[in-house]
């Protein structure tokens, strides 16, 4: 997938008052997520003329949830920092799905782009509206989080943009959120886990750097 496509699904994020370097700490206080959330979700609706509305409430949920989570498995981040924050993404994205933040207004229509400026992005929303911009919001955090911390950026895979592999995405979270975290490794070129996906530990990264201590003494 080129550069130009994984842009095109970034939001802009507010700058807040801690500074572009310190997404990795700010994300995870409630009020800086909350405005994040809210300013990313002004766009969404701007750039493809959908209709969503936020609850607060709702997203609080959500935002306990995801911390609670991510910190019974922190002591992992320094195993492998990248996939961490691959995983930490993923969890987000479970949460946001399972807490459903943002719906449509009222009497609101989806929208629906013409076939002549039907894009895969339009048709994505004109599916899932909700769904996508979850998606969207995880990507671009989890973009910010890589570059301040100078590692490799995302890498979006042909599933993210394929119909068909989000009409499976939205029926598989509809029964268990969790498969949201497998998901987004699959949409962003990772190896996904499908049987216990909110296992940090189970990751063939991490697996990789927990066996590394017993290859060396084996190899001794």
Not at 171 to 182: C, F, G, L, S
Request: hydrophobic residues 45%; aromatic residues 10%.
């Amino acid at each position: 997938m080129t550069e130009a496509a994984t842009d095109a699904l970034n939001l802009p994020l507010p700058g807040g008052d801690t500074g572009a370097s310190q997404w990795k700490r700010s994300i995870r206080r409630l009020g800086d997520f909350s405005r994040s959330v809210e300013f990313a979700l002004a766009e969404f609706n701007r750039r493809y003329g959908t209709q969503l509305e936020l609850s607060r409430r709702d997203l609080t949920r959500a935002f306990l949830e995801w911390v609670r989570r991510f910190d019974a498995q922190r002591e992992l981040a320094a195993r492998d920092p990248r996939d961490f924050s691959h995983f930490s993404a993923g969890l987000l994205l479970g949460s946001l799905v399972r807490n459903r933040p943002v719906r449509r207004r009222p009497a609101a229509r989806p929208a629906v782009a013409t076939p002549a400026a039907s894009g895969p992005e339009e048709r994505l929303v004109a599916f899932w509206p909700e769904g996508v911009f979850y998606f969207e919001f995880c990507i671009t955090v989890l973009d910010k989080v890589l570059a301040e911390q100078r590692l490799e950026g995302i890498h979006l895979a042909p599933e993210a943009l394929e119909l068909r592999s989000w009409w499976s995405f939205r029926e598989n979270v509809a029964n268990d959120p969790d498969q949201a975290v497998a998901f987004l490794d699959l949409f962003l070129q990772g190896d996904p886990v499908w049987d216990m996906p909110t296992a940090a530990r189970f990751r063939s990264a991490m697996r990789d750097h927990l066996l590394r201590p017993e290859r060396r003494l084996s190899e001794a």
